[in-house]
C-alpha cells in the first residue's frame, strides 16, 4: 500500500478523504506497528508470543478468575477502534455475555451518553430526522463538524455540505467558546462563557415559546408536557442568560428568531461533547431535543426519509412518536456512586474504581479492544493505580500504546486494508442519536485490499473471541446491534447469531450471516465497488391509526434538573481568582483521539497538544507563546507548551486530549504531549446517572513552569 486517494466515483464522500484516511499507508506501515502478539515479562519488558499460545494463556487465566471470583472479575472495554471492524464488538460483546459477565463498558459513557438517556425521556420521532442538506436553518451547540465530521453538518463532505447549504441561504448558528472552523462559517457565533449551554437552550426555547414562533399544531398533535416546559424555562429571560452566559441580549434574541423562523424547511439542533462534557450533559441533550420537537423539525408524512436503512433491516418511516421509555436506574449496579447500567451503557468512569475497590465483585481482569485507557479515561492517576493492580489486562492493539504498555498480552490485530469492510456500522449510529448518520440508503462494501506483513502474526479481533470460546467450551450468541452503550431503540429487530468454539467461518462469511436480513443484499452491494446510493423515493408513512403515542418535553427528572441549574450560581461568576481559566476540550484535524498522535506523517514535527490561549490573556500574565508552563486544576496538574490562539475567550484555554505518557514521564512532554484527563477527577463532579465526569468548562490556572 503506498496511497489513498479520495474516489471521486463514490457518490457519498464525493471523492473526499480526511487526513487521516490518507495517512493510512502510513498506520499500515508504521514501523511502531505491532506484528506479532507480545507478552509482559516479570521485568516488565514485553517479548513476542504466538498468538494461538497467547489464547491458551488468557483463555486459562480468565477460567480461573472465574472460577475463583465469579464472572463479574472479568471486564471488557470497548475504544474507538473498536468501530472499523463490525464484527469485533458484536463478538467482544457476546463472549462477555457467554461468561455471563455483565461488565462491559465501552467508550460511549465517557463521550456523551446524556444523548441516550435524553431519547428514552423525550421518545423517538419515527419520521426521523430532517435532512441537512435541505434545512434553511440548523443549530451546533458545542460540537466543531467539519474537523470532527460527528454530527449535524454530514460527515461524508462537511465542508462542501456546507458550502452549499450557506449557498442555498441556510444560516448555521453555532454556541462555541471558540471561534471553531464551523463557528468561523456561522450566520451566527454565540461565544458564551463555557458550561452555559443549558442557560442559553432555556432561554432559546423560552424566547421562541413567548413569540409563539413554536410548531402549535405538531404539539398539539405529538407532544405531551408542553406547558411544564414552558413553566420551567420561564425563569431564563433574555437578560438573565445574556448575563450568565456572557452574551449580548440582542444576538441571543438574533439566533432565536433565526433559528425559529428563517426560510420554510427548518431544521434541527444539535449538540457536540464540548456542551456534553461540561455537566448537565443529559440534560443539554433532552433540551436539544425538546427545542426541535417543539418547533416541529421531524420529518412528516409525504416527505422522504431522510436516513433509510440499506445493510440494516427495511423499516416503515411514520410520521408519530415512540414513547419515552426506562432509561436509567436498572440493571447491574455498581459498587461505587449509586451507579447503575442505563441505555447508555455501563458507566466508565466508574471501571478503575471497581478495578480498585476490594471485597465481591472486584474486577481482576480487563481486556480493552482498540481503546486506550491510560490516555483517554478520566483520572489517569487512579486509572494507572487500577490498570497496574489488575490480574490480567489484555489489549488488541496495533502499536504499544500507553495502555498497551501495562498490559500483560498485547494481542496484535490485522488492521483495516487486511480485513473485509462494509457499512453496516456507519447505518447504527443513527440510533446513538439524532442528527447523525448517513443521509441517504447508501452502503459499501469492500473486500480484503492488502494481505498482511509476511512473517507476521496477526489474528482478526473477532476471531481472537472465538479462539476464547474454543478454549472455555462457550456457546454465543449475538445481535447485529452494539450490546451495549447503543440505546435500545431500533426499528426492526436485530438478527440472532449463534456460535460455538468449533464455528469455522471466514469474515466474509461471518458478514453474509450479520447481512441476512439486510434491505439491500449484501450481494447486490457488492456489485457497486465505489458504493452506492440505492434509492431515493422512501417516503414517511402516516401516522397508524390507533396510535397515540406522544413525545415528552416534561420530563419529571429532566425539568427538575433544570430548576436546579436556575438556583445555581453562574459558573462563571462562581469564579475562583486561584483557578481564573476554564479549560475546554477541542479536537485536532490529524488524530482521532490518541490514534496518530505518534505518527510523524500526521503530527507533521508536533508531537504534543498545546494549551491554546488568547494571545491578550498571555501577554497579561507574561506569558510567551512557545514557552512552558503548568496547567493546574483542583485535582491535579500537568506540564505543558503555550500557543496563541485569538479563537478562544479571554477566559479561556482549549486542548486536545489523549496525549501525554504515563504519570512519571512528564519531563518528557515536549515529545509526547500533556494528558488532560490527569485533570479531571471522577468522584467531584459527575453525572448521577451515567457518572460522566466534567472533562470540560474545568477551572485552571496557568503559570510559568517551575513556579505553578
Ligand atoms: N479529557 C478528555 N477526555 C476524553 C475526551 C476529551 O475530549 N477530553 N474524549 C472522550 C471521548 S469522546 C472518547 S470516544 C474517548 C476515547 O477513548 P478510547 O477509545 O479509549 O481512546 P482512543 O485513543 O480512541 O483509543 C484508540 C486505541 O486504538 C488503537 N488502534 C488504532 N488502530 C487500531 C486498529 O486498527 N485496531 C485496534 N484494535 N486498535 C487500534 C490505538 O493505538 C489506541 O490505543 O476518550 C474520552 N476522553
Ligand atoms: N479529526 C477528528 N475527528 C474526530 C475525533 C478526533 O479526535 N479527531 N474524535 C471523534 C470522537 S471520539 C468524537 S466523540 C467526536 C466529537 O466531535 P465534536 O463533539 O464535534 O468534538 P470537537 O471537535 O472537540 O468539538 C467540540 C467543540 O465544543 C467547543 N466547546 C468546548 N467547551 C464548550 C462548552 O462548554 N460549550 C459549548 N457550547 N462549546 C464548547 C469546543 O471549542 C469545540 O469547538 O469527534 C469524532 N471525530
Ligand atoms: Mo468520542
Known amino acids: 500500500m503506498t496511497k489513498v486517494a479520495g474516489d471521486p466515483d463514490n457518490p457519498m464522500f464525493q471523492g473526499y478523504t480526511c487526513a487521516k484516511g490518507r495517512a493510512l499507508p502510513e498506520i499500515h506501515n508504521n514501523p511502531q506497528r505491532l506484528l506479532h502478539s507480545r507478552k509482559r515479562q516479570p521485568d516488565g519488558t514485553h517479548t513476542q508470543i504466538g498468538s494461538e499460545q497467547a489464547m491458551d494463556e488468557i483463555a486459562a487465566k480468565l477460567q480461573e478468575l472465574i472460577s475463583g471470583y465469579g464472572p463479574r472479575s472479568v471486564a471488557m472495554y470497548l475504544g474507538t477502534n473498536g468501530l472499523p471492524y463490525p464484527a469485533s464488538a458484536l463478538m467482544g460483546n457476546a463472549f462477555m455475555r457467554g461468561i455471563e459477565s455483565p461488565m462491559f463498558f465501552t467508550a460511549n459513557t465517557i463521550d456523551q451518553p446524556g444523548k441516550q438517556i435524553a431519547l428514552a425521556a423525550h421518545g423517538h ?293 487486511e480485513t473485509p469492510a462494509m457499512t453496516m456500522g456507519s447505518e447504527l449510529i443513527k440510533y446513538y442519536t439524532s442528527g447523525t448518520g448517513i443521509p441517504a440508503a447508501y452502503a459499501q462494501y469492500t473486500p480484503r485490499l492488502v494481505d498482511p506483513p509476511p512473517g507476521s502474526d496477526l489474528i482478526e479481533e473477532w476471531k481472537f473471541f472465538l479462539g476464547l470460546t474454543k478454549r472455555m467450551d462457550l456457546e454465543l450468541w449475538f445481535v447485529n446491534f452494539f450490546g451495549g452503550g447503543g440505546g435500545k431503540f431500533m426499528e426492526s429487530p436485530p438478527i440472532v447469531l449463534q456460535m460455538t468454539g468449533d464455528t469455522e467461518l471466514s469474515t466474509e462469511e461471518l458478514f453474509e450471516q450479520m447481512c441476512a436480513t439486510s434491505r439491500i443484499p449484501l450481494d447486490e452491494v457488492r456489485r457497486h465497488p465505489h458504493g452506492a446510493i440505492f434509492d431515493v423515493d422512501a417516503v414517511v408513512q402516516e401516522r397508524d391509526a390507533d396510535n397515540t403515542a406522544r413525545l415528552d418535553v416534561g420530563n419529571g427528572y429532566m425539568l427538575a434538573e433544570l430548576a436546579t441549574v436556575l438556583d445555581e450560581e453562574a459558573e462563571g461568576a462562581r469564579g475562583d481568582a486561584a483557578f481564573p481559566f476554564r479549560l475546554i476540550p477541542r479536537r485536532h484535524p490529524n488524530f482521532m483521539n490518541s490514534s496518530g498522535t505518534a505518527l510523524a506523517a500526521l503530527n507533521r514535527g508536533k508531537p504534543y497538544n498545546p494549551v491554546y490561549m488568547h494571545p491578550d490573556s498571555a501577554a497579561e500574565l507574561g506569558l510567551r507563546p512557545g514557552s512552558s508552563v503548568l496547567v493546574t486544576s483542583r485535582h491535579d496538574c500537568v506540564p505543558a507548551v503555550l500557543e496563541a490562539d485569538d479563537s478562544v475567550r479571554l477566559d479561556v484555554v482549549a486542548m486536545h486530549h489523549a496525549f501525554g505518557g504515563l504519570p512519571d514521564e512528564d519531563d518528557e512532554f515536549r515529545a509526547h504531549g500533556t494528558n488532560v484527563g490527569r485533570l479531571v477527577s471522577t468522584e467531584v463532579d459527575y453525572d448521577p446517572i451515567t457518572g460522566l465526569p466534567r472533562q470540560g468548562n474545568i477551572a485552571v490556572r496557568i503559570a510559568p513552569l517551575g513556579q505553578g
Open 125 to 417: 420521532w419515527l419520521g426521523g430526522d430532517v435532512d441537512f442538506h435541505e434545512a434553511d436553518s440548523w443549530m451546533l451547540i458545542g460540537t466543531n463538524p467539519l474537523v470532527s465530521k460527528a454530527i449535524g453538518i454530514p460527515g461524508q463532505n462537511p465542508s462542501r455540505s456546507l458550502r452549499a447549504a450557506t449557498e442555498r441561504g441556510m444560516k448555521l448558528i453555532v454556541v462555541d467558546p471558540r471561534r471553531s472552523q464551523t463557528a468561523a462559517r456561522a450566520a451566527i457565533h454565540l461565544q458564551p462563557r463555557p458550561g452555559e449551554d443549558v442557560t442559553i437552550l432555556a432561554g432559546i426555547i423560552n424566547i421562541i415559546i413567548a413569540n409563539g414562533w413554536h410548531d402549535a399544531a405538531f404539539v398539539d398533535e405529538n407532544v405531551s408536557g408542553f406547558d411544564d416546559l414552558a413553566r420551567a424555562v420561564s425563569g431564563f429571560t433574555p437578560a438573565y442568560v445574556a448575563e450568565r452566559a456572557d452574551l449580548p441580549e440582542a444576538q441571543l434574541l438574533s439566533a432565536a428568531e433565526l433559528f425559529a423562523t428563517h426560510g420554510t424547511k427548518r431544521g434541527m439542533v444539535n449538540a457536540g461533547t464540548g456542551a456534553n462534557f461540561a455537566m448537565h450533559g443529559n440534560l443539554v441533550e433532552y433540551l436539544c431535543l425538546c427545542l426541535t420537537t417543539i418547533c416541529g423539525r421531524w420529518q412528516r408524512a409525504g416527505e422522504k426519509v431522510t436516513r433509510p436503512n440499506a445493510l440494516l433491516p427495511a423499516f416503515t418511516a411514520k410520521a408519530q412518536a415512540h414513547p419515552p421509555y426506562e432509561g436509567w436506574g436498572y440493571g447491574e449496579r455498581l459498587r461505587v456512586r449509586g451507579l447503575t447500567d442505563a441505555v447508555c451503557g455501563m458507566p466508565t468512569a466508574a471501571l478503575a474504581d471497581e478495578i480498585l475497590l476490594e471485597g465481591d465483585g472486584q474486577v481482576k481482569a480487563l481486556i480493552c479492544i482498540g481503546g486506550n485507557p491510560m490516555a483517554a479515561w478520566p483520572d489517569q492517576r487512579k486509572t494507572h493505580r487500577a490498570l497496574q493492580s489488575l490480574e490480567l489486562l489484555v489489549t488488541l492493539d496495533t502499536e504499544m500504546s500507553l495502555t498497551s504498555r501495562l498490559a500483560d498480552y498485547v494481542i496484535a490485530p490485522m488492521m483495516q486494508m
